[in-house]
């Protein structure tokens, strides 16, 4: 009888109890899993922020607008290589108007030159510049509609009343960076010309490009002073620092989500020990005949620990598997109300981090069990009847 065989036979004592208490741990790790994933998805984009990029908007709040003659203005800071704008449409789209997803008005020439990461071919992007009120739409949005090249689509605005149509021209992938593909994008024109003169020449912020990232600082605070002491004063920051600013309106959110968490990391806790003691407690004799046998106590303790060890690698692998499935179907179900979500969400370090957490809650909670084990006198052991 070897140790590995006599881990295993200890493990089959109760084979129902093992499956059972597995599986408990591998839902507990496919749910870590899932909240670690929709973390990841919050703090997704402003990690492939681009260095070279920044970003000014209304310094009073990030819903006021901004005047579209600053743009000029901020072109000649040095340090200054292109410059954009765009703003936030709010349109809604169906019948029932539930049905939502990204939406901004750009110019489109300047639009396509700061974000670089943007992949459309050369006659829609002809196309795009040159219908007043043309559409560029992401891949993910157009394959979620059936849309294509030529197609009408009608919007209900919410910051812009009204009904708004637009001719797709194009459908846009991304290589890298913060934008995703469930947008779309149209020329400011199209609005600007139908709204009253009060709204109009009005944005939502400005995308600079700078010639040298390691400059950003100081080309952000020469835009800021330009404009400190005008009706509309500016705040300009990387475009790391803007998005992590969006992200910090939801930090209850996020903080609860890591909250349960940590939760479900007790559960498994509680579910392994649980079971854990159970076996050690039916199997006290066992244990101490071992160590009447000559078994030191520190070989019992490895018993008791390569069991449980053995629970957690078990529970984090099946874990690991169902996860990523069942993740995306749900991203894809939640995705098609919210506008669309990345479909490559699933980070390999989340999987990791998942079959470590199992792994390490297993072995602490098999710790008060093994100790139990090697505190019991043997003679006492011997007499105990389960």
Known sequence: MTFGRLVWKDLLRNPLRLALTVLAGAVGVMSFIFLRTVVDLFYSSAESAQADRLFTRAKASITADLPLSYLPRISTVPGVDDITFYGFFGGRYGESQRDFFGSAFVDPPSFMRVFHELVVAPREVTAFQADPCGA???????????WKSGDRVTLHGTIYPGEWTFNV????????GSLDK???FFPYRCLNEKLPDERKDRVGAFMIRVEDPSRSAAVSSAVDAMFANSPYPTRTESERAATLGFISM??????AVKVVATVILLIILLVIGNT???SVRERTRDLSTLRAMGFKSGRVVMLVLFESLIIGLASGGLGVLIAPPLVRGFVAVVGSQMGGLPTDFMREGTL????????????????IPAWRAVRIPVAEGLRKVA
Do not use: C, E, F, P
Not at 250 to 255: E, F, M, P, Q, R
Not at 352 to 367: C, K, N, P, R
């Open 352 to 367: 990791v981090l998942g079959v470590l957490a199992a792994v390490g809650v297993s072995l602490l909670a098999g710790i």
């Open 182 to 184: 469930n947008s779309l």
């Open 276 to 278: 854990l003691a159970m």
């Open 169 to 176: 021209r194009g459908i846009y992938d991304v290589r890298s």
């Open 136 to 146: 560029l739409i992401g891949k993910d949005l157009a394959k979620r509609y059936g």
């Open 250 to 255: 939801l930090s209850a959110i996020i903080t």
